[in-house]
């Protein structure tokens, strides 16, 4: 059974670090295209970065770029996000997704999705 557990997240000032992970189990995340969401209070979920396993290609919303990275350890079935640079605007739940099918995590319609990790930026 597929399961994913974010960890990471907490409550920082702006221009603080936290770099969140993604634990997945039930099968190889290398196999699967996976992305990070967030859903702020009053906001609808957004994507924040995706990896796509057909190309290795790596994508990031422009307003996270050069702030936030995203990477992996494939040895430990894990996906990170490092977030630099936090603005109170990132306050929200992160969310990671997977799908064997690129367009699903795209769009928002993965299969699998963890329960969230709470990311609280304080001006």
């Known amino acids: 059974q597929v399961h994913l557990v974010e960890s990471g997240g907490g409550s920082v000032q702006a221009g603080g670090s936290l770099r969140l992970s993604c634990a997945a189990s039930?099968?190889?995340?290398?196999?699967?295209?996976m992305g990070w969401f967030r859903q702020g209070p009053g906001k609808e979920r957004e994507r924040v970065a995706t990896?796509?396993?057909?190309?290795?290609?790596?994508s990031l919303v422009d307003s996270v770029k050069g702030r936030f990275a995203l990477s992996e350890d494939s040895a430990k079935n894990t996906l990170y996000l490092q977030m630099n640079s936090l603005r109170p605007e990132d306050t929200a739940r992160y969310y990671c997704?997977?799908?064997?099918?690129?367009?699903?995590?795209?769009?928002?319609?993965?299969?699998?999705w963890g329960q969230g990790s709470q990311v609280t930026v304080s001006s």
């Open positions: 990896i796509d396993r057909g190309d290795g290609s790596i």
């Open positions: 039930g099968y190889t995340a290398s196999e699967y295209s």
């Open positions: 997704a997977a799908d064997r099918l690129w367009g699903k995590v795209i769009f928002g319609t993965a299969d699998y």
